[in-house]
């Protein structure tokens, strides 16, 4: 057969192999003749595309498309067998879904089928390559493939190969030529159609064949794809469909707390499992497997052990075919930490190859580790979700003559944010706003958001002056007891280590009071290291409402100062954190050459509400990609 012809991708098609499946070096592919389908990489893949490629060719030939009248019963049974061979390959030795195409080129009417896997790292077999001392038992079909077809090859991309023919009604044979080729043709067909039509052999076999060629790969692959998931039923069920059908015919995993993992030796396991989820090959079977199967929960004599254990076989769900088998039950353990227990059963066998049961057992490790990944992301989640609706308001006062307008978006939808905001009413006709951001997130944010915010209450409501509020709130933020409680919350995440020390904890910070009056409202406010407000009037103009200080935080003696101004009818105050000002599409920022100025100044006339969710909307669509920040802003707008 010779070399098998190989190229990327980004080669050119000098050798006839398409570059893309729309345009080739021979000609075009017509739209209308052309499909394309996937198939599960199991045995019923060959006949589905044979399946597949005759009925496509058929209809062409009823449709009257452009070249199919080059199209003759020779070019159609040759392309029927060339892609059962090629299925076929890339079934048995890549062991990955199979995309299948196949159209037709004008104006030749030339049939290009192309056969893809996503093993791109496992070359088609070619029995050249084994020695030749004995009938060689793999690659007759690219030898096959070689014969029938004008020109093939394989081009491997990112993450797939693709192995292509191309058939053709004009290759003409004449005299000796023409008899050999059909004599060849006719041993090739009736050596294929036998061991199409002959039974699979012993499936171990192939086990050990696959075994060794892709375990190692499928275990890379299966962790990467485990190590992503955050949620352990999701876990569960990519375990199912990792496992089925390649290694078993049908996988069960119960899933178990930790405390009645511990307790299943000393007969305190309280509840029993829970039956996450049930896999079978065929799907018709799975609900009843999924009955019987919750009916009999393992139950381990060694909630510890980790390797394989015989489990019983449940014959009744499966039917009269599938009556005798042999299950497995290993045991998930992560950390020494019983998760739960996997079972897998193949039916017609007296035990699992050692191959598979090791496999298996390697697998079951991961996906141990995978559930114990997500429970504990699922921790972490539950107490950051209580810290959260802890640290913001439950209801934004309103302010009589002033409407307002908030928008709060985190960036880390199961956590702490690190911006918080506040409008409560602080007695004496008085109403006090913050919009604030502390460095970082999670719990270490917790904890300072969790002092500032209830400061700024307290302080606000004993009738200290806006600047008096953010000389206290700074010495709070220095003091020992803030490090002390810093200390704690970082304990949440992870132990401390010797190397830990004390935490800076900044503060960026906008506060300001509101005092109504007939005609307008007194507005006094003062910024910490924070955005500077905006101040947008009636007719468009736009001003900042503030002048920059230091953060809180950061020197203790620091002494901050404030400015009052009022607002009159229609007037608005735009308060934002670095979330919109920074936020970013390449190198530029949405607030680059004053662009949340510009924004603001083409909102007026718009109510709080409106001027609110146009921004929030032009900040979102300024980038590319979700924003990376934590997002709030508010709008104050004297009615």
């Not at 015919?249 to 049930?278: I, K, S, Y």
């Not at 009744?316 to 930490?337: F, K, M, S």
């Not at 935080?553 to 000002?581: A, H, K, N, P, R």
Request: charge should be negative.
């Amino acid at each position: 057969m010779g070399a098998i012809p190989t190229q990327r991708d980004t080669a050119s098609c000098a050798c006839g192999a398409p570059a893309h499946p729309q345009t080739t070096a021979h000609g075009s592919a017509n739209s209308r003749a052309q499909t394309r389908t996937t198939l599960s990489g199991s045995s019923l893949a060959p006949g589905s595309a044979r399946a597949l490629v005759r009925a496509t060719v058929a209809d062409w030939i009823d449709a009257r498309l452009p070249g199919t009248e080059h199209l003759t019963d020779r070019v159609a049974d040759d392309a029927v067998l060339v892609v059962s061979e090629l299925v076929t390959n890339a079934v048995v030795h890549a062991g990955t879904d199979v995309d299948v195409e196949c159209r037709l080129e004008e104006p030749a009417g030339e049939l290009v089928v192309e056969v893809s896997d996503h093993h791109p790292s496992r070359a088609p077999h070619d029995s050249r390559a084994e020695g030749s001392c004995e009938t060689p038992e793999h690659g007759r079909g690219l030898r096959l493939v070689a014969t029938l077809a004008e020109s093939w090859g394989v081009t491997f991309g990112r993450g797939t190969k693709t192995v292509w023919a191309r058939l053709s009604a004009e290759r003409h044979r004449t005299g000796s030529d023409q008899d050999s080729y059909g004599g060849r043709l006719a041993l090739e067909r009736g050596l294929r159609a036998a061991e199409i039509l002959a039974p699979d052999p012993q499936r171990a076999e192939r086990d050990r064949d696959w075994l060794q060629r892709g375990a190692l790969s499928f275990l890379a692959e299966a962790s990467d794809l485990l190590a992503g998931q955050l949620d352990e039923n999701l876990v569960a069920a990519l375990a199912g469909q990792l496992i089925v059908p390649r290694l078993a015919d049908w996988c069960a995993v119960w899933l178990e707390d930790e405390a009645m993992g511990r307790g299943w030796a000393d007969g305190t396991a309280g509840a029993g499992p829970r039956l996450a989820r049930v896999w079978h090959g065929s799907e018709n079977r799975i609900e009843e497997l999924r009955r019987a199967l919750d009916k009999d929960p393992p139950h381990p004599s060694d909630p510890l052990r980790s390797g394989p254990v015989p489990h019983p076989w449940p014959g009744e769900a499966l039917g009269v075919r599938d009556e005798h088998g042999t299950a497995l039950a290993y045991r998930l353990i992560a950390g020494g930490r019983p998760l739960g227990t996997l079972v897998i059963g193949r039916a017609g066998l007296l035990r699992f190859p050692d191959e598979v049961t090791g496999l298996i057992e390697d697998l079951s490790r991961r996906v141990a580790l995978a559930i114990g990944a997500a429970r504990q992301y699922a921790r972490q989640a539950t107490i950051s979700q209580v810290l959260q609706r802890g640290l913001l308001p439950a209801a934004v006062a309103e302010i009589p003559g002033v409407r307002s307008a908030l928008v709060y978006e985190p960036c880390d939808k199961g956590g702490p944010s690190g911006d918080f905001y506040d409008l409560f009413p602080a007695g004496d006709g008085r109403w006090c706003f913050a919009v604030g951001d502390v460095q970082g997130k999670g719990p270490e944010a917790a904890v300072v958001i969790g002092l500032a915010r209830p400061w700024l209450r307290l302080l606000a409501r004993e009738g200290y002056r806006v600047a008096d509020v953010l000389d206290r709130l700074n010495r709070l933020l220095l003091d020992d007891a803030t490090e002390a409680a810093d200390a704690a919350a970082r304990a949440l995440v992870r132990p401390p280590t010797p190397g830990d020390g004390p935490q800076t904890r900044f503060l960026s910070l906008l506060y300001g009071e509101l005092a109504p009056f007939d005609g307008g409202v007194r507005c006094t406010l003062a910024s910490a290291g924070h955005p500077l407000p905006l101040l947008l009037g009636p007719d468009g103009a736009v001003r900042t409402a503030a002048r920059p200080q230091t953060l809180l935080g950061v020197i203790e003696d620091e002494t901050y100062t404030s400015e009052t101004f009022e607002l009159g009818s229609g007037d608005t105050l735009l308060c934002v954190t670095d979330g919109v000002t920074e936020r970013r599409s390449g190198s530029r920022m949405f607030d680059d050459a004053d662009g949340l100025a510009e924004v603001l100044a083409g909102c007026a006339g718009l109510s709080a509400e409106l001027i609110a969710e146009r921004i929030r909307r032009l900040v979102h669509e300024f980038g590319g990609r979700p924003p990376e920040d934590d997002l709030a802003l508010l709008v104050l707008q004297a009615e």
